[in-house]
C-alpha cells in the first residue's frame, strides 16, 4: 500500500492550494480517506476527513475555506485548501483512517505560507 502526496509549495496569506494523493494497493473506494498535518513542533493533526461514502468532516481551523474530495475511479483524494494562513504551515499527509491501512503514511507534501 502507498500513498503519494503532492501540491505543496510556498504560497502567500490569502492564497490558495490543491494537494493531491495517488493511492495504490488496496481497493480506495472501501477505505475513508483523510489528510493530516504536522506542524514544526508539533504532534500530526487531522484537517479533514471523507468517508467512503462521501460525509465529510473537517477541523475547526478548515472548516469554511478546505474542501476534501476524492475520485474513486482514479484512486485519488485532494484537499483544496483556501484563504491560506500562517499557521497553516506544515507536512500535510494522506492517510486511510479506521481500517487496516491506517498506519500506512506516505512521505507528505510541504506547504509554507508566509509573505
Known amino acids: 500500500v502507498q500513498l503519494q502526496a503532492s501540491g505543496g509549495g510556498l504560497v502567500q496569506p490569502g492564497g490558495f492550494l490543491r494537494l493531491s494523493c495517488e493511492a495504490s494497493g488496496m481497493v480506495f473506494n472501501q477505505n475513508d480517506f483523510a489528510w493530516y498535518r504536522q506542524a514544526p513542533g508539533k504532534q500530526r493533526e487531522l484537517v479533514a476527513q471523507?468517508?467512503?461514502?462521501?460525509?465529510?468532516n473537517y477541523s475547526d481551523s478548515a472548516k469554511g475555506r478546505f474542501t476534501i474530495s476524492r475520485d474513486n475511479a482514479k484512486a485519488m483524494g485532494y484537499l483544496q485548501m483556501n484563504n491560506l494562513r500562517s499557521e497553516d504551515t506544515g507536512v500535510y499527509y494522506c492517510n486511510l483512517p479506521n481500517g487496516r491501512w491506517r498506519n500506512v503514511w506516505g512521505q507528505g507534501t510541504q506547504v509554507t505560507v508566509s509573505s
Open positions: 471523507i468517508s467512503n461514502n462521501g460525509i465529510t
